[in-house]
């Protein structure tokens, strides 16, 4: 049997590069200069939570990006388990009940991210996003 030489790339690592170069979505990304670059996912568990499963997708996606700031708003809430995963990671998990506490918690964390900036500069990005979620 011939086996291709060892530079050969196999099937599996090919789809791994075709993974890589495929944009990911989020529920949500604020940037503002080169000082935040901020993902959010709202994850939405019909199980009655969101797991540390939902966690690692969503670390996938981050890892080769240049992300100040991770949130996962998990709806209705996470196990233990997805807390301490999202906690290690440096990912802010925060659990919502209804779709207008998960505005508010947006709002609310975009704003504490920003505390260390001038709230004038980016008020009016942060205006632009709650009219945005408005339309949710």
């Known amino acids: 049997i011939r086996r291709p030489p060892r530079s050969t790339?196999?099937?599996?690592s090919a789809a791994s590069d075709v993974y890589k170069r495929q944009?990911?979505?989020?529920?949500f990304n604020f940037k503002y200069k080169d000082l935040i670059n901020c993902v959010v996912d709202v994850i939405y568990?019909?199980?009655g939570f969101?797991?540390?499963t939902h966690v690692l997708n969503f670390i996938s996606k981050i890892v080769e990006l240049e992300v100040t700031h991770k949130l996962i708003i998990a709806v209705p809430e996470a196990n233990q388990e997805a807390k301490e995963t999202a906690e290690?990671?440096?990912i802010v998990l925060i659990e919502a009940k209804t779709i207008e506490?998960?505005?508010e918690k947006i709002i609310d964390f975009l704003e504490r991210s920003?505390?260390?900036?001038?709230k004038e500069k980016v008020s009016a990005e942060i205006e632009r996003i709650s009219r945005l979620l408005e339309g949710l």
């Open 114 to 118: 920003v505390e260390e900036l001038s």
């Open 9 to 12: 790339p196999s099937n599996s």
């Open 23 to 27: 944009p990911h979505t989020f529920t």
């Open 88 to 90: 290690l990671s440096g």
């Open 101 to 103: 506490e998960v505005k």
């Open 50 to 52: 969101v797991d540390k």
């Open 45 to 47: 568990s019909p199980i």
